[in-house]
């Protein structure tokens, strides 16, 4: 059971998306969630993160001030707002569970990879 990222697509410069992760009883994590991006021929990298306890969020400097992660409890998802989408943030987003109760950067820290999301920013 995976994790499912959706809402990408074809955007020109200065347009927004948001993303959505829905996950199930067996792939909610009761400390948190990420967003990962990997651009072709590249390592995947590290988005934004966020915890439940204390709603705290942390972001790579690329995207801070212009992405949001943000979660409803009601419907167990996770969102990636993102705006003003630059050609540099093409790439395929992925969103996953942490494995502990802090936010973490790197790729060890998370689970329940699944099927990733394709953002394509071009005019």
């Known amino acids: 059971v995976q994790l499912q990222a959706c809402g990408g697509g074809l955007v020109q410069p200065g347009g927004s998306l948001r993303l959505s992760c829905a996950a199930s009883?067996?792939?909610?994590?009761?400390?948190?969630a990420g967003w990962f991006r990997q651009a072709s021929g590249k390592g995947r990298e590290f988005v934004a993160g966020m915890t439940w306890s204390d709603g705290g969020t942390r972001y790579v400097d690329s995207v801070e001030g212009r992405f949001t992660i943000s979660r409803d409890n009601d419907k167990n998802t996770v969102y990636l707002q993102m705006n003003d989408l630059k050609p540099e943030d093409t790439a395929v987003y992925y969103c996953?569970?942490?494995?502990?109760?802090?936010?973490?950067?790197?790729?060890?820290?998370?689970?329940?990879w699944g099927r990733g999301t394709l953002v394509t920013v071009s005019s």
């Open positions: 009883g067996r792939t909610s994590s009761r400390y948190g």
């Open positions: 996953a569970t942490l494995k502990v109760p802090a936010i973490r950067t790197g790729i060890q820290w998370y689970g329940n």
